[in-house]
Nanobody, 114 residues
Framework: EVQLVESGGGLVQPGGSLRVSCTASGFSFGSYSMTWIRQAPGKGLEWVAG????????DYTDDVKGRFTISRDNAERTLDLQMNNLTPEDTANYYC???????WGQGTQVTVSS
C-alpha cells in the first residue's frame, strides 16, 4: 500500500523558516518524480515544487522561487521542502504527491502569522 506521511508543519512568524518532510513507503520511491502541493484556506490546490526521481532537477512556482528548496533522500525515502522568508500568503496545508498520480499524504499545516 502506498503511504505518504507529511510532518514538520506548524506556526511561524513572517520572515521565518520551516522544513516540512514526507516519508514514503509502499512503492519504489526512487523511481518517481515527486511534488509538493499546497492548499490555502478557501482556495484551490497549488503546485509548489517538483523534483525528478534522481534529485538532480527541481522546479518551483514563481511565488516561491529563491525562498523554497525541494530535496529528496532516496535511501531514506524522504522528500523535504525547506521554506525560508515565509509570508502569510504561504499559509496552507502542504501535501506531498507522487507526480502524475492520485497518491497524496494527509498534509501538514503551515501557518505564517505574527
Amino acid at each position: 500500500e502506498v503511504q505518504l506521511v507529511e510532518s514538520g508543519g506548524g506556526l511561524v512568524q513572517p520572515g521565518g523558516s520551516l522544513r516540512v518532510s514526507c516519508t514514503a513507503s509502499g512503492f519504489s520511491f526512487g523511481s518517481y518524480s515527486m511534488t509538493w502541493i499546497r492548499q490555502a484556506p478557501g482556495k484551490g490546490l497549488e503546485w509548489v515544487a517538483g523534483i525528478n526521481s534522481g534529485g538532480s532537477k527541481a522546479d518551483y512556482t514563481d511565488d516561491v522561487k529563491g525562498r523554497f528548496t525541494i530535496s529528496r533522500d532516496n535511501a531514506e525515502r524522504t522528500l523535504d521542502l525547506q521554506m525560508n522568508n515565509l509570508t502569510p500568503e504561504d499559509t496552507a496545508n502542504y501535501y506531498c504527491n507522487i507526480e502524475g498520480t492520485g497518491h497524496w499524504g494527509q498534509g501538514t499545516q503551515v501557518t505564517v502569522s505574527s
